[in-house]
């Protein structure tokens, strides 16, 4: 009989100090967010998306990404990145201490007007100017599509589209690009085909999952992407999270969520579940909210229930 092959070791970024703050209307306190990422770095976590450098209107609660990013310069055991917009967050990003920039990019025109007031083939073509200061810095630059299996204004985005762009990213040497399921409209299958297609046309490429739960799809989304060789992922703890420029979105796949099931399926994440457990508690007792987490709900499935005193057999 013929098992499941699944890679044996996994990466996983949490996002939830960039996607998930992003979404909170009211103001989280730098010295809280630092302590939130303190409290993420005793998890075992690796890699971690910080911040976005963008414009203070545009995402108010980040408006203190680089003191955030200072903040916590002696976490070294954590791979820092951050979202940047343009050349100028870019700069922003780096003189905070910033090793890796997350490009930002649509699928889709409609979504790209509304998230960065461009059109995509415009945004990408900017990225040039940022690629050539971060190689000049020696900072690493991964580049990322939002609404790549689907936008809410256009619908279902071709994998040729996404070839289309994967082209261009690779030409300009990106060698690491991140595919946003921004609102949830990818299934299963499609996100395997997909994969099939990318990973063999373009296998210098490495390619990371960004998966919102919105229908109720990521995980199976992810264990999707997971056979298809995919070993880097991003999830935000708690569930939280959402895009301020695609209505309806949710929060990305919680990380507690993400970690046990690999964990049960003997795919080694690295991290420890009940911390992550701990930490998404502190976050929900602290906003109020989470975003969805199965395992704040049932705990993992190594939480057993002591058996009923007394019961016995009823004949029928």
């Known amino acids: 009989m013929s098992k499941m092959i699944l890679p044996s070791k996994v990466t996983i970024c949490e996002v939830a100090p960039r996607d998930g703050f992003q979404a909170e209307k009211e103001w989280i306190p730098t010295e809280e967010k630092i302590k939130i990422v303190r409290s993420l770095a005793n998890t075992g976590v690796q890699s971690m998306e910080i911040t976005s450098f963008v414009h203070p209107k545009a995402i108010p609660q980040l408006r203190d990404a680089a003191e955030v990013v200072q903040g916590v310069q002696d976490l070294t055991n954590i791979k820092f990145?951050?979202?940047?917009?343009?050349?100028?967050?870019?700069?922003?990003?780096?003189?905070?201490?910033?090793t890796k920039l997350k490009l930002m990019l649509s699928a889709t025109d409609s979504h790209s007007l509304s998230n960065a007031n461009r059109l995509v083939e415009d945004a990408q073509n900017g990225f040039a100017p940022i690629i050539e200061l971060a190689e000049k810095s020696n900072v690493t630059v991964g580049g990322s599509i939002s609404v790549a299996f689907g936008c809410p204004y256009e619908g279902k985005v071709?994998?040729?589209?996404l070839s289309s762009i994967?082209?261009?990213y690779n030409q300009m040497g990106v060698s690491e690009v991140s595919?946003?399921?921004?609102?949830?409209?990818?299934?299963?299958?499609?996100?395997?085909?997909?994969l099939g297609e990318l990973t063999?046309?373009?296998?210098?490429?490495?390619?990371?999952?960004?998966?919102?739960?919105?229908?109720?799809m990521a995980l199976a989304n992810a264990v999707a992407a997971l056979q298809r060789g995919v070993t880097l992922f991003d999830s935000s703890i708690a569930g939280l999270g959402g895009c301020p420029y695609a209505p309806g979105a949710s929060g990305n796949i919680a990380t507690e969520d993400l970690v046990h099931a690999?964990?049960?399926?003997?795919?080694?994440t690295g991290m420890d579940v009940d911390r992550l457990i701990d930490v998404a508690k502190?976050?929900?007792?602290?906003?109020?909210?989470?975003?969805?987490?199965?395992?704040?709900?049932?705990?993992?499935?190594?939480?057993?229930?002591p058996k009923p005193k007394g019961q016995e057999k009823v004949e029928a």
Not at 200 to 216: C, D, K, Q, V, Y
């Open 158 to 161: 071709s994998v040729e589209r």
């Open 282 to 305: 502190e976050m929900k007792e602290y906003l109020g909210h989470d975003g969805g987490s199965h395992l704040l709900q049932a705990g993992p499935c190594s939480a057993l229930s």
């Open 179 to 194: 595919l946003a399921d921004t609102t949830g409209m990818a299934n299963p299958k499609q996100v395997y085909d997909y």
């Open 200 to 216: 063999e046309a373009f296998p210098n490429i490495a390619f990371s999952m960004h998966l919102h739960n919105t229908r109720g």
């Open 262 to 268: 690999f964990e049960e399926m003997g795919v080694d």
């Open 81 to 98: 990145r951050a979202l940047v917009p343009n050349v100028k967050g870019a700069e922003r990003a780096i003189d905070a201490g910033i």
């Open 166 to 168: 994967v082209d261009r």
